[in-house]
T-cell receptor
Framework: EAQVTQNPRYLITVTGKKLTVTCSQN?????MSWYRQDPGLGLRQIYY???????DKGDVPEGYKVSRKEKRNFPLILESPSPNQTSLYFC??????????????FGQGTRLTVV | EDKVVQSPLSLVVHEGDTVTLNCSYE??????LLWYKQEKKAPTFLFML????IEKKSGRLSSILDKKELFSILNITATQTGDSAVYLC????????????FGQGTILTVHP
């Protein structure tokens, strides 16, 4: 089954404790991205990756890191989480330039609470 | 700065009504506009529009894009309670078309 898988689905952590949210897709998509969703603000793009080893900042990259060492994985790293990073996070993937940038497929979301 | 604005922010209707959701945008290097439905979980894809004036249809839902006036509409006819959701508009653009900018969403509530 074609899917985007995020882990964990729920996470409560303390301020300053490094964490990683994993994202994996099995559709051989070139393009992957991370979003956070907050009430009243919609989805905001954190980082995106056009292909392996190619990443770029979205609209709200501060406090986050990403890497794209393999095509299928795009982890989101919070080196020193703070309470203002409490949010619902989504990973998404799609075909890239070669296939005309198809629609983005979303993972099921990770609800992160930083206390 | 890229911007996508949806209106109305919320809408309450009764089953059988027809609704029109609006999405206007200002985005650098426009590539495509996408509509998603979100029901307390991950957004699910509805339509992708790239050309002006060509209507996309799927059952009771349809959408059209006006690239000259920089907006799109999503129509839902004969609404059902199962249409209750947040409808999201997103625009792909930016250098190499990497950026996907979302609007705030329209909360649609359909009463029986």
């Amino acid at each position: 089954e074609a899917q985007v898988t995020q882990n964990p689905r729920y996470l409560i952590t303390v301020t300053g404790k490094k964490l990683t949210v994993t994202c994996s897709q099995n559709m051989n998509h070139e393009y992957m991205s991370w979003y956070r969703q907050d009430p009243g603000l919609g989805l905001r793009q954190i980082y995106y990756s056009m292909n392996v080893e190619v990443t770029d900042k979205g609209d709200v990259p501060e406090g986050y890191k990403v890497s794209r060492k393999e095509k299928r994985n795009f982890p989101l790293i919070l080196e020193s989480p703070s309470p203002n990073q409490t949010s619902l996070y989504f990973c998404a993937s799609s075909y890239g330039q070669g296939a005309g940038y198809t629609e983005a497929f979303f993972g099921q979301g990770t609800r992160l609470t930083v206390v | 700065e890229d911007k996508v604005v949806q209106s109305p922010l919320s809408l309450v209707v009764h089953e059988g009504d027809t609704v029109t959701l609006n999405c206007s945008y200002e985005v650098t290097n426009f590539r495509s506009l996408l509509w998603y439905k979100q029901e307390k979980k991950a957004p699910t894809f509805l339509f992708m529009l790239t050309s002006s004036g060509i209507e996309k249809k799927s059952g009771r839902l349809s959408s059209i894009l006006d690239k000259k006036e920089l907006f799109s509409i999503l129509n839902i006819t004969a609404t059902q309670t199962g249409d209750s959701a947040v409808y999201l508009c997103a625009v792909r653009g930016g250098t190499s078309y990497g950026k996907l900018t979302f609007g705030q969403g329209t909360i649609l509530t359909v009463h029986p």
